[in-house]
């Protein structure tokens, strides 16, 4: 018998390993998550469909990028409403996708949505080969901080997900992403995504002409630290526009010494990532995604906004008459939305308070 379970053992933990690419099976992972592979083949775009620059680049360099600008960009009209458009569509990408988050199915099936999606909106998938990422959208999950390469294991009942989504339309990149309960999810994971997305909105809510970048960290930083999380220094928020990433790169931690200051015209945006524990990281072995490096869970939430004579109009978020139409919706049903993704940029979960309080919040 002994002999038996010995086998069984040996035979689990070979399969398992069998699921990691060569490089990464002696690799020392900081939590339980694992990826599972073989990748699928890279989806293919349509060549009518407008591509950036890096789209076809061996290395997925952007050439435009590599251009350093000496100042923040300011947006003309037409500009302005070119980002109003793929914005929009890179909302409905992301409501479209956090529609079918469910315990079983494989974040390469989310990819898979994710990828058609964006094609029916004559669209590029901004991740696509960007730096030789190899999919359409970012799928992090529980210890994963961001750049989760979309694979074929299955959610599974408890896991938060962030998607994280850009699309790239008439030339012009719409940036954004949120965090998701799969099923049913334990309290300190609930509070957690409740609180990332209230750090960010009250940071955008600052938002305006004449704001130092800075105070974004410090806002954030107010709303976190009380609850003993940490903040995630390695990655920024980003300008955005023609390029996908481009000045100005604002911290999100605060007491920083960060210069410059808002003004009419720039787009931006703002993507705090919060740990449970340890602001420190590290990277699989596949060039892109980023853990925690104590293996406990973090969450994100991204918006793209552009800075307003009055102060910022959040051009990610899905217009306000559509907002109230959806929550009239529910209350008429009565229906319950604990424990499942909700497709607005907010995370339902199994209980209520904070949680409830944050999804519900409106930032104008």
Not at 182 to 193: C, F, T
Not at 195 to 208: H, L, P, R, V
Not at 333 to 340: C, E
Request: proline content about 7%.
């Amino acid at each position: 018998m002994l002999h038996d379970i010995v086998n069984i053992a040996a035979k689990a933990e070979e399969e398992k390993l069998s699921t990691l690419p060569p490089n990464m099976v002696n690799y020392q992972f900081t939590g339980p998550l694992r990826p599972v592979y073989p990748l699928s083949p890279k989806r293919l775009v349509p060549p009518h469909i407008a591509r950036p620059d890096y789209a076809d680049h061996p290395q997925g360099m952007s050439a435009c990028e590599m251009v350093r600008e000496k100042s923040v960009k300011i947006l003309n009209k037409e500009e302005i409403e070119a980002m109003r458009t793929v914005c929009r569509l890179a909302r409905e990408v992301l409501d479209l996708v956090a529609s079918h988050i469910r315990p079983g199915i494989t974040t390469d099936e989310l990819d898979a949505i994710c990828h058609q999606a964006c094609i029916d909106r004559d669209s590029y998938p901004s991740p696509l080969n960007y730096g030789r990422f190899p999919k359409s959208i970012c799928t992090s999950v529980n210890e994963v901080i961001c750049h989760g390469i979309p694979d074929q294991r299955p959610l599974v009942e408890g896991d938060i997900i962030n998607l994280d989504v850009t699309l790239f339309h008439k030339g012009f990149h719409g940036d954004l992403n949120a965090t998701y309960p799969v099923g049913k999810i334990d309290q300190e994971s609930a509070d957690l995504i409740a609180y990332t997305k209230k750090a960010m909105d009250e940071a955008i809510a600052m938002c305006k002409p004449g704001l130092a970048y800075r105070e974004v960290g410090n806002k954030i930083e107010e709303v976190v630290k009380p609850m003993g999380y940490s903040i995630v220094r390695r990655y920024t928020a980003h300008g955005i526009h023609q390029l996908f990433h481009t000045a100005p790169h604002i911290v999100h931690y605060g007491g920083s010494k960060m210069a410059g200051r808002m003004e009419v015209g720039q787009v931006f945006t703002i993507e705090p990532m919060i740990n449970l524990g340890t602001a420190n990281l590290d990277h699989w072995k596949d060039d892109w995604t980023a853990v925690t490096l104590d293996g406990r869970r973090s969450a994100q939430f991204e918006e793209t906004i552009l800075i307003t004579e009055t102060g910022a109009e959040i051009l990610t978020r899905p217009p306000a008459s559509t907002a109230s139409k959806k929550k009239k919706k529910k209350k008429a049903n009565g229906s319950s939305t604990a424990g499942n993704s909700t497709p607005d940029g907010g995370a339902s979960t199994p209980v209520n308070g904070v949680a409830e309080l944050v999804i519900n919040d409106k930032v104008e």
